[in-house]
């Protein structure tokens, strides 16, 4: 499982998405690279190689959908839903 800080913030978003003490900024306008990047590094962060991105698609207008899924049989780690807009990040069943 990938660890997650408070707020439902993904660690180590970069790019300046997020601000202060893990507070998501407004108006940020994320694409689904930007998304997929994030989450290439946080996987690398951890240090697993045995996790990979998945599927990472635009939901709708404000929601960007982002999976953590195994190198081996693509198995679903994890699922997240991020807001497009403010950069938080919440895990989604």
């Known amino acids: 499982m ?8 993904m660690p180590m978003m970069g790019g300046g998405m997020m601000g202060w003490y893990g507070q998501p900024q407004a108006n940020l306008n994320l694409s689904v690279d930007d998304v997929r990047g ?12 045995r996790l990979k ?18 190198v081996d049989k693509e198995a679903l780690v994890q699922r997240f839903a991020v807001n497009r807009h403010t950069g938080y990040w919440q895990q989604v069943p």
Not at 39 to 49: L, Q
Not at 53 to 70: F, K, L, Q, W
């Open 53 to 70: 991105p998945g599927r990472i698609v635009a939901t709708n207008d404000d929601t960007i959908t982002a999976e953590i899924v195994t």
């Open 38 to 49: 994030s989450v290439e590094r946080s996987i690398a962060m951890m240090g697993n190689p």
């Open 2 to 9: 990938m660890p997650m800080m408070g707020g439902g913030m």
